[in-house]
């Protein structure tokens, strides 16, 4: 079974920064792209950035500039580094790993998600 295990959530001042860690435990294939998504009341789940096991990243244009994801492959862990936020990125935030092996159909895992608010 695979667990992901979110940590770094918090209240900021907006302007401020916060980092968000991830660590994936489990068997998963090495195939696999990680990131995080966010969700804000009312709101649907939104990609907020991504990165694939040979470092290429995807971000949201409304965090781009500001936000920076990371990953370990040997720890399997990832990391979210958030600048200059605002309050518009007060959501809960959730880890992702997306696998894609060659055996078997892709398959989400999701982390149980950590509360991120900005005020203002």
């Known amino acids: 079974q695979v667990q992901l295990v979110e940590s770094g959530g918090g209240l900021v001042q907006a302007g401020g920064s916060l980092r968000l860690s991830c660590a994936a435990s489990g068997r998963f294939s090495s195939s696999n792209v990680m990131g995080w998504y966010r969700q804000a009341p009312g709101k649907q789940r939104e990609l907020v950035a991504t990165v694939s096991i040979g470092a290429v990243t995807n971000y949201a244009d409304s965090v781009k500039g500001r936000f920076t994801i990371s990953r370990d492959n040997a720890k399997s862990t990832v990391a979210l580094q958030m600048n200059d936020l605002k309050s518009e990125d007060t959501a809960v935030y959730y880890c992702?790993?997306?696998?894609?092996?060659?055996?078997?159909?892709?398959?989400?895992?999701w982390g149980q998600g950590t509360q991120v608010t900005i005020s203002s």
């Open positions: 992702n790993l997306h696998q894609t092996p060659a055996w078997a159909n892709p398959r989400d895992y």
